[in-house]
């Protein structure tokens, strides 16, 4: 071979294909690519760090060693953002409609059960008392709740209705766990028929009076409704060998991982303005927080502060 300008056209047009094709290569699926840079959202400059436009704040909570006890954290939702400490003895925060009051479980010894605090960490009322109430979630008019409890003898996990203000006894309403109350609709949760089969993912009307199944894979939990209730996120352990997160189109009923990797990523909560997803994962060996958007790969917002003595039993909620 002699060097010509056709050969060295030839070689260009070879290494631009070939360079091109690398950096479209899809992820395999079910996994997602962890190398990749997810683009900016739409009307970002360019130039604009992935995430930056997220907005909002991201509220955790996770065990502090040297306090013994849980500390409550919100953290702005962009890359390099410092999480702030707002209060002990308290976790998994779930937000208020309007973001200004944050429901919490309150894990000090006098005041055990489900309380109300304001998005700084005031506390304004006490609502439950059992040590065993949790992932409590808020009616669209933020008057009510539903949550999950096994406080009951045989220790089976069960939903219950409660007044946010605390002023009247809670009801049970059905046997599940990890509810998620669809801003004017359905509240999604973890559970099963009359019979205890066909266990995954059910939605329910606030009047309790239809129950219709949502997944039929019994390690689906934790759902999480996009705003406006066309997409529910949720973590899953038998989808793909480890916990992973989806999203299912309420549209189609179609299924699709949104973030996966040989680690765990968990807990699922969108953005208020439904673009992105956080989790929390230890896909790169230790607890951080992430956010992504669906197709894109996830950004890393920090290390957790602390540690999650029992990750599945946390939650994660964002607010504006």
């Known amino acids: 071979m002699r060097p010509s300008a056709a050969l060295r056209a030839t070689r260009d047009a070879a290494n631009s294909q070939c360079s091109s094709q690398a950096s479209t290569a899809a992820t395999p699926t079910g996994a997602a690519n962890t190398d990749a840079t997810p683009p900016a959202p739409a009307g970002a400059a360019p130039g604009t760090p992935a995430g930056a436009l997220a907005g909002g704040r991201i509220y ?22 410092k999480p702030e400490a707002l209060l002990t003895n308290v976790r998994q925060p779930r937000a ?32 439950t008392t059992f040590a065993e109430d949790g ?13 999950a409890s096994n406080r009951e003898g045989d220790r089976r996990w069960r939903l219950y209705h409660a007044w946010a203000e605390g002023t009247e006894a809670t009801e049970y309403i059905v ?11 359905n509240i999604a949760y973890d559970g099963c028929d009359d019979e205890g089969n066909r266990c995954g993912l059910w939605q329910m ?7 219709t199944p949502l997944t039929d894979v019994a390690g689906d939990t934790s759902p999480a409704w996009a705003p406006g209730g066309s997409r529910l996120a949720f973590m ?7 916990w ?16 996966a990797s040989p680690g765990i990523e968990g807990l699922p909560t969108w953005s208020p303005d439904g673009a992105w997803i956080a989790f929390i994962s230890n896909r790169e060996g230790s607890w951080g927080l992430y956010i992504t958007q669906p197709g894109a790969a996830p950004v890393r917002l ?16 964002w607010g504006p």
Do not use: C, H
């Open 60 to 81: 955790f909570s996770t065990w502090d060693s040297e306090r013994n006890n849980f500390v409550l954290y919100r953290v702005t939702a962009a890359p390099g953002a």
């Open 96 to 127: 208020a409609p309007g973001g200004t009051r944050l429901a919490v479980r309150n894990a000090s010894g006098s005041e055990i059960g489900l309380a109300t605090i304001t998005a700084t960490g005031e506390t304004l009322r006490r609502v």
């Open 135 to 147: 992932i409590a979630t808020w009616s669209p008019d933020g008057l009510e709740w539903v949550f």
């Open 175 to 185: 046997f599940g766990r990890s509810p998620a109350w669809y801003p004017g609709k």
């Open 205 to 211: 009307t606030p009047d309790r009076g239809q129950r």
């Open 236 to 242: 899953s352990s038998q989808r793909s060998g480890n």
């Open 244 to 259: 992973d997160i989806f999203v299912r189109n309420m549209g189609t009923g179609r299924i699709s991982a949104v973030a």
């Open 302 to 317: 920090l290390t957790l502060p602390g540690t999650l003595p029992d990750w599945m039993d946390e939650q994660i909620t």
